[in-house]
């Protein structure tokens, strides 16, 4: 409870009853995750390995499911840019696509 109930996944009112319910949550949507990410692994390729299937929508199907719980949850997508235009990594490690404009 106090990894998958922690206040970067919970907000005010923090009550045990929230938290629980938030971790049991957190829980199930880690595993589904999970689940989904097996069953996009394709291989195994030569030398034993795996890789992610490649999809036409940018190349990967997480992509449009990303794009689903964005637009349920108004998550925000950064992209980050230092002061003279250039794309910086992103700090939470999530992959940064530069677009020219």
């Known amino acids: 409870m106090d990894d998958l109930a922690h206040s970067r996944f919970l907000g005010e009112p923090r009550t045990a009853e929230r938290k629980m319910r938030r ?3 957190m829980g ?3 595993d589904a995750v999970a ?3 097996f069953d996009a692994l394709k291989g195994p390729e030569p030398g034993n390995f795996y890789e992610l ?3 036409d929508n940018f190349g990967s199907s997480f992509e449009a499911m990303r ?3 964005c637009n349920m949850t108004n998550a925000p997508t950064p992209v980050w840019i230092n002061g003279n ?3 910086q990594s ?3 490690g999530e992959v940064v696509v530069s677009v020219q404009g």
């Open 23 to 25: 971790a049991d949550l």
């Open 28 to 30: 199930r949507y880690l």
């Open 35 to 37: 689940r989904l990410y």
């Open 53 to 55: 299937e490649l999809n």
């Open 67 to 69: 794009h689903l719980f």
């Open 85 to 87: 235009g250039v794309v």
């Open 90 to 92: 992103n700090p939470l």
